[in-house]
């Protein structure tokens, strides 16, 4: 009936036992008159030993020999898998990487998926045998084939570009949890399975989800369309649909790395609202904010950047015909939030810019790769385009521009990202691809504005002071962040605008892993210099904490509820970044458990089960 791809991690396959279950499992789904190709892990930790193993011999081990130890791993699986199977009477033949033709770059431990033959696959499965594919490994084509891996994490990769490449009905991942929660179970107990959550929504989530689905795997079902579910190995519940709308046909070819932008939005019907000195304490936002949604103005970018003494800027984006109402509603609360730090000033002042647009690049290839963003800016510095405002999420980035310019610079990153002039894409929300009905519990209510709540502990904040605020800034900046293979995550310039020895100057400030943070800031310290940049500032002790929705779009007060739930407990936001779907602040690193468990409550997220971690 259907073809099927089902993928099995480690610890559904930690056992003779499990690897057992596992086989009765695909058993039944064969009886049942499916074609199967299964993709399985290595078994249990096997994978962590096998890295053990090379550290005791060299610190830094070679990285092919590398991938010719840890493709081992998924090889013992697959011919056990199959024994298993044929044991049942069911015929199975095992599948290296290489044997299918999953080729992939020529780079070591890292390499990404160019393309999967299908012949063999196909021949086996008209065959009526179930193919067990090793996941997380290649070959590489060029020159002399040599055995790659996708990354930890990779097998995931594997099945769904298998699923992609076969044009399966489905792709089934089996794991030790019931599927996508709500946020973290080890940090909120209250946290709640998800039925479903669309590809753009996951990707967003990457730091709450990576634990559970490779980013990658995600971003190939999203680009190719392929419905994925994600299961528990142990029961027969649902688990968790992660789903993506019908997506325009793409080439099966370059499959991993065709494109890293798939589009360039634009919108010139923006106006920007901006309130300058702020005080930098618990409340501010949420007060803003909440009067602002109290009057029904729906916002669309929020940022918020480094403070500066005590004071900060807040600044936001709403659609050009109720600029008058927010502005009235900005006008009305500045008397009320004076900064103590800047006693001459009586009240925070309100700035209003008419003539904005805000112009986007949107793809899931850009995560974990510091190049796109940096091209983006570079691209816009080259036709003379400056950057007022740069808000960042993990799939998309955002600038407000002259509107006078939005024409230049969108053409100008078509052409950059080879993006051919269509129609904007809106994030879809009620279109799911999914199998058959029959297979998804339809959701009953509708989307909700919140999905789910991330917590990131593993950031750090760097702030540049005093940029020259003129073209080509941003470009450097982020360039050479990418030269050294820096991801940078959320990216904020600020609002505040200083003239000094007659140049106009912003701060702009980003996070990065926390690994990288010494390093990048000894690297830009020693241009700023030269550059004409102020202080380079680093902040480890910091937590970031998110919520996705595509459900919020349009939706006023979505942000108010966040700020709230954050004054409440008297958390200080030190940063806030948005994009359509998503909401992020950075606070401090001690308070980050609990705004998210406060965060995951204000919006009802909580259930009335506790979910017990598996060991
Ligand atoms: N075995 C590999 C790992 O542990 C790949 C995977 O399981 O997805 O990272
Ligand atoms: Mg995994």
Same mark, same amino acid.
């Given at each position: 009936?259907?073809?099927?791809?089902?993928?099995?991690?480690?610890?559904?396959?930690?056992?003779?036992?499990?690897?057992?279950?596992?086989?009765?499992?695909?058993?039944?789904?064969?009886?049942?008159?499916?074609?199967?190709?299964?993709?399985?892990?290595?078994?249990?930790?096997?994978?962590?030993?096998?890295?053990?193993?090379?550290?005791?011999?060299?610190?830094?081990?070679?990285?092919?020999?590398?991938?010719?130890?840890?493709?081992?791993?998924?090889?013992?699986?697959?011919?056990?898998?199959?024994?298993?199977?044929?044991?049942?009477?069911?015929?199975?033949?095992?599948?290296?990487?290489?044997?299918?033709?999953?080729?992939?770059?020529?780079?070591?431990?890292?390499?990404?998926?160019?393309?999967?033959?299908?012949?063999?696959?196909?021949?086996?499965?008209?065959?009526?045998?179930?193919?067990?594919?090793?996941?997380?490994?290649?070959?590489?084509? =060029?020159?002399?084939?040599?055995?790659?891996?996708?990354?930890?994490?990779?097998?995931?990769?594997?099945?769904? =570009?298998?699923?992609?490449?076969?044009?399966?009905?489905?792709?089934?991942?089996?794991?030790?949890?019931?599927?996508?929660?709500?946020?973290?179970?080890?940090?909120?107990?209250?946290?709640?399975?998800?039925?479903?959550?669309?590809?753009?929504?996951?990707?967003?989530?990457?730091?709450?989800? =990576? #634990?559970?689905?490779?980013?990658?795997?995600?971003?190939?079902?999203?680009?190719?369309?392929?419905?994925?579910?994600?299961?528990?190995?142990?029961?027969?519940?649902?688990?968790?649909?992660?789903?993506?709308?019908?997506?325009?046909?793409?080439?099966?070819?370059?499959?991993?790395?065709?494109?890293?932008?798939?589009?360039?939005?634009?919108?010139?019907?923006?106006?920007?609202?901006?309130?300058?000195?702020?005080?930098?304490?618990?409340?501010?936002?949420?007060?803003?904010?909440?009067?602002?949604?109290?009057?029904?103005?729906?916002?669309?970018?929020?940022?918020?950047?480094?403070?500066?003494?005590?004071?900060?800027?807040?600044?936001?984006?709403?659609?050009?015909?109720?600029?008058?109402?927010?502005?009235?509603?900005?006008?009305?609360?500045?008397?009320?939030?004076?900064?103590?730090?800047?006693?001459?000033?009586?009240?925070? $002042?309100?700035?209003?810019?008419?003539?904005?647009? #805000?112009?986007?690049?949107?793809?899931?290839?850009?995560?974990?790769?510091?190049?796109?963003?940096?091209?983006?800016?570079?691209?816009?510095?080259?036709?003379?385009?400056?950057?007022?405002?740069?808000?960042?999420?993990?799939?998309?980035?955002?600038?407000?521009?002259?509107?006078?310019?939005?024409?230049?610079?969108?053409?100008?990153?078509?052409?950059?990202?080879?993006?051919?002039?269509? $129609?904007?894409?809106?994030?879809?929300?009620?279109?799911?691809?999914?199998?058959?009905?029959?297979?998804?519990?339809?959701?009953?209510?509708?989307?909700?504005?919140?999905?789910?709540?991330?917590?990131?502990?593993?950031?750090?904040?760097?702030?540049?002071?005093?940029?020259?605020?003129?073209?080509?800034?941003? =470009?450097?900046?982020?360039?050479?962040?990418?030269?050294?293979?820096?991801?940078?995550?959320?990216?904020?310039?600020?609002?505040?605008?200083?003239?000094?020895?007659?140049?106009?100057?912003?701060?702009?400030?980003?996070?990065?892993?926390?690994?990288?943070?010494?390093?990048?800031?000894?690297?830009?310290?020693?241009?700023?210099?030269?550059?004409?940049?102020?202080?380079?500032?680093?902040?480890?002790?910091?937590?970031?904490?998110?919520?996705?929705?595509?459900?919020?779009?349009?939706?006023?007060?979505?942000?108010?509820?966040?700020?709230?739930?954050?004054?409440?407990?008297?958390?200080?936001?030190?940063?806030?970044?948005?994009?359509?779907?998503?909401?992020?602040?950075?606070?401090?690193?001690?308070?980050?458990?609990?705004?998210?468990?406060?965060?995951?409550?204000?919006?009802?997220?909580?259930?009335?089960?506790?979910?017990?971690?598996?060991?």
């Amino acid at each position: 009936m259907a073809l099927i791809v089902q993928k099995y991690g480690g610890t559904s396959v930690g056992s003779v036992e499990r690897i057992q279950a596992v086989a009765q499992r695909v058993y039944k789904t064969v009886k049942a008159g499916n074609s199967l190709v299964v993709v399985v892990s290595a078994m249990g930790k096997t994978t962590d030993g096998l890295v053990k193993l090379a550290n005791e011999i060299s610190p830094n081990p070679n990285r092919r020999e590398m991938d010719m130890l840890l493709s081992t791993g998924e090889q013992v699986t697959i011919a056990l898998l199959s024994m298993a199977l044929q044991e049942l009477g069911q015929p199975a033949i095992s599948m290296t990487g290489a044997q299918v033709g999953i080729v992939t770059e020529a780079e070591h431990s890292r390499a990404r998926i160019l393309h999967i033959e299908t012949t063999r696959l196909t021949r086996h499965i008209n065959e009526g045998k179930v193919v067990v594919v090793a996941g997380f490994q290649g070959t590489s084509s =060029a020159g002399e084939m040599e055995i790659t891996t996708l990354g930890r994490g990779g097998s995931d990769t594997s099945a769904v =570009a298998i699923a992609a490449a076969l044009r399966a009905n489905f792709c089934e991942i089996y794991t030790d949890v019931p599927g996508i929660l709500t946020t973290d179970p080890r940090l909120v107990a209250e946290a709640q399975l998800m039925d479903a959550i669309t590809c753009n929504e996951m990707l967003e989530l990457a730091s709450l989800g =990576a #634990k559970v689905l490779h980013p990658r795997a995600v971003e190939i079902a999203r680009n190719y369309g392929v419905p994925l579910v994600v299961r528990s190995s142990w029961t027969d519940a649902p688990g968790t649909w992660v789903t993506s709308a019908k997506p325009q046909g793409r080439s099966l070819i370059n499959l991993e790395i065709a494109r890293p932008v798939d589009h360039v939005e634009f919108d010139t019907n923006q106006a920007k609202v901006a309130l300058l000195h702020v005080p930098d304490k618990p409340g501010v936002a949420a007060r803003l904010f909440g009067e602002i949604s109290r009057q029904k103005v729906d916002v669309d970018l929020i940022i918020q950047s480094v403070h500066e003494g005590n004071s900060n800027d807040i600044a936001f984006t709403v659609t050009t015909p109720i600029l008058k109402r927010a502005e009235a509603v900005a006008a009305a609360i500045a008397p009320a939030l004076r900064s103590q730090s800047n006693p001459k000033l009586s009240e925070a $002042e309100v700035m209003i810019e008419n003539n904005i647009a #805000k112009v986007s690049i949107a793809g899931a290839g850009m995560i974990g790769r510091p190049g796109v963003a940096a091209k983006m800016f570079a691209t816009l510095a080259e036709v003379g385009v400056n950057i007022q405002m740069i808000s960042t999420s993990e799939v998309k980035v955002s600038c407000v521009v002259d509107a006078a310019e939005c024409d230049r610079a969108v053409i100008a990153l078509r052409s950059a990202f080879e993006i051919e002039a269509k $129609e904007q894409k809106v994030e879809s929300r009620g279109e799911f691809l999914t199998p058959n009905s029959s297979l998804l519990t339809p959701h009953s209510s509708p989307t909700p504005p919140v999905r789910g709540v991330a917590l990131d502990l593993n950031q750090a904040r760097l702030a540049i002071r005093q940029l020259p605020d003129r073209p080509g800034m941003a =470009a450097k900046l982020f360039g050479l962040l990418a030269q050294h293979n820096i991801s940078v995550d959320m990216i904020i310039q600020s609002q505040r605008c200083r003239v000094i020895d007659g140049v106009p100057r912003r701060d702009i400030a980003f996070t990065v892993s926390r690994i990288d943070g010494e390093s990048a800031k000894e690297m830009l310290t020693q241009v700023a210099a030269e550059l004409g940049w102020g202080e380079v500032v680093l902040d480890s002790a910091i937590a970031k904490v998110s919520i996705v929705g595509a459900g919020m779009v349009g939706q006023p007060g979505v942000a108010t509820k966040m700020f709230e739930a954050l004054a409440q407990q008297q958390i200080n936001i030190q940063m806030i970044a948005t994009s359509e779907i998503k909401i992020s602040c950075v606070v401090a690193q001690e308070q980050g458990v609990k705004a998210l468990q406060a965060i995951h409550a204000a919006f009802g997220l909580a259930g009335s089960e506790k979910f017990v971690v598996p060991a």
